[in-house]
């Protein structure tokens, strides 16, 4: 049973947000929509700027805390909006459960299109690898940056480079091809946006090229030998059958998939963990699984 928040939240989030994001007529707006989340300085946890050897961003870790997972998380924003600051809900919530977060601020489009942002997801995981000899990283990401935790794996897994123990994926954006029914069929109950805003953010990120390619829509992607992955949808959602799909493609080519799908819960619903049971709920679960890729997921009935 959903929370009365999750339930008030998706209302207003439904009157306001969507409607300012379908209003928005050129990347700048889009931006000034989507960037809304206060980000501040959490007490009691280290924000601070990270710059590698090829990538840049945000380190976030209790200062205090010993034998750290190094956790690399990609934020979302439709690939053209969102930062580690946007993020910094998720990213504190890992860190004060016990991981070195490391947020790389990933070129976005129109800018810089596809692959600018895996390239720098590449080179973030990359440097997080060089920098944490013998410990291997795990990976989590949101939205758009869920596909590109997804495309990065695909991408290490060509290049003969070393796989992360395990991935979290958060409402995953997966499929640039926008062939997933839940589209349409949940269009009007999504709380955060119809299919418009995601088809312009594909132009936009694409520019041209192939939508069916792995790298760019990894729901495609030969998805054999990929480490444990855990992924949370809403019910409510216009991606909830990129989710869906996974699940099914992951289980099929032998990978460990669990899904969770969440009642009435608004898209990347942890964001807004402070006001949602079911954010907390769905970071606690998160974090236990990144701890443990191996072990057994907590049914969703369980937690809530």
Not at 51 to 70: F, K, L, N, W
Not at 109 to 123: I, Q, R, S
Request: net charge neutral.
């Amino acid at each position: 049973m959903a929370s009365w928040q999750a339930h008030a939240l998706s209302f207003f989030l439904r009157l306001r947000f969507k409607r300012q994001l379908a209003a928005a007529q050129d990347v700048a707006q889009v931006r000034r929509v989507m960037n809304q989340m206060p980000a501040g300085q959490p007490r009691g946890v280290l924000c601070s700027p990270w710059v590698g050897g090829g990538a840049q961003g945000e380190r976030v870790v209790m200062p205090d805390s010993q034998a750290r997972p190094p956790l690399l998380y990609l934020h979302g924003g439709g690939f053209v909006a969102g930062s580690p600051l946007t993020h910094r809900a998720i990213t504190v919530a890992f860190a004060r459960r016990g991981f070195e977060v490391f947020v790389p601020d990933y070129r976005l489009a129109p800018e810089h299109p596809f692959p600018a942002a895996l390239d720098d997801a590449l080179a973030a995981y990359q440097d997080v690898l060089a920098m944490r000899p013998g410990q291997t990283p795990v990976v989590a990401g949101d939205s758009a940056g869920g596909g590109l935790a997804l495309s990065l794996m695909l991408n290490l897994k060509a290049m003969g480079l070393p796989l992360p123990q395990g991935a979290v994926l958060f409402s995953p954006w997966l499929d640039l091809t926008l062939s997933g029914a839940s589209l349409a069929g949940n269009a009007h109950r999504c709380a955060m946006f119809g299919p418009d805003p995601l088809q312009k953010g594909v132009g936009l990120y694409l520019q041209g090229r192939s939508a069916n390619a792995p790298l760019a829509s990894p729901l495609w992607g030969d998805l054999q030998g990929l480490p444990p992955i855990l992924t949370f949808v809403g019910l409510d959602e216009v991606l909830r059958d990129d989710a869906r799909r996974l699940h099914e493609r992951a289980l099929g080519a032998g990978v460990a998939h669990h899904l969770q799908e969440w009642p009435v819960v608004p898209h990347v619903w942890p964001l807004f963990r402070k006001w949602l049971p079911e954010g907390r709920w769905a970071l606690a679960t998160a974090a236990d699984f990144l701890h443990t890729p191996a072990h057994p997921v907590v049914p969703l009935q369980e937690i809530a």
